[in-house]
């Protein structure tokens, strides 16, 4: 079974800043990496994914993750942040169980506050 | 496209009473639909694998005489939680994997169930 472990449980920053959340995932076969946003009152928006290819995606809303094998590590970045970008994020893994991928398995959530 | 919906989304109910929630693929054809649950501030949980035709699989801990599940056609499942009670109240969210697209996963706006 895969499990992954998001570091920072609650960021605070002020608008500009840059972001990186931290994602590790334990799993010995191939996965798929997602990372997720809830903003409140609100459901689950994916932002980026990560299936095969150039381990640097990008996501919407100017964000981005690179996917490090050898780390295990999954890491949302964003350059800039801003006001906006208070929200929940959630780092989720899958892996692929013959014919389809399975059910995620959720980090625990980073809750980031944006500061104007 | 690929839009996933649930009803309701928000019920309340009495305690020992049980409740229906539906989840659907509006334009897709989803051969697979997970449940998840989530708790006030905290991460989803992955409740049970729904697959059309059959029976659901459901991850360890997760009662399955209380949460039944049914994947009746391609394009919906409903998950009926038995007999709840004041602990069961949760916000579930329901996701569909299409037939075509075996990686991509989509996810519903999910229902907020209250126990009283």
């Known amino acids: 079974a895969q499990s992954v472990s998001q570091h920072n449980h609650h960021v605070i920053l002020s608008e500009a800043a840059s972001l990186e959340l931290g994602c590790n995932y334990s799993y010995g076969g191939t996965v798929n990496l997602f990372w997720y946003v809830q903003y409140p009152g609100q459901h689950l928006q994916l932002l980026l994914k990560?299936?095969?290819?150039?381990?640097l995606v990008k996501g919407i809303k100017g964000f981005e993750a690179e996917f490090i094998k050898s780390k295990f590590s999954f890491n949302l970045r964003k350059p800039s942040v801003q006001w906006s970008d208070t929200a929940e994020y959630f780092c989720a893994v899958n892996a692929w169980a013959g014919g389809g991928a399975d059910g995620l398995t959720f980090g625990k959530g980073t809750h980031l506050i944006i500061q104007p | 496209g690929a839009v996933v919906s649930q009803h309701p989304s928000r019920v309340i109910c009495k305690s020992g009473t049980s409740v229906k929630i539906e989840c659907r693929s509006l334009?897709?054809?989803?051969?697979?639909m997970f449940w998840y649950r989530q708790f006030p501030k905290q991460s989803l949980m992955l409740m049970a694998t729904s697959n059309e035709g059959s029976k659901a699989t459901y991850e360890q801990g997760v009662e399955k005489d209380k949460f039944l599940i049914n994947h009746a056609s391609l394009t919906l499942s409903t998950l009926t939680v038995t007999s709840a009670h004041p602990e069961d109240s949760s916000f579930y969210i329901c996701?569909?994997?299409?037939?075509?697209?075996?990686?991509?996963?989509?996810f519903g706006p999910g229902t907020r169930l209250t126990v009283t």
């Open positions: 990560y299936f095969s290819g150039d381990p």
């Open positions: 334009d897709f054809q989803a051969t697979t």
């Open positions: 996701s569909a994997r299409p037939g075509h697209l075996p990686y991509e996963q989509y």
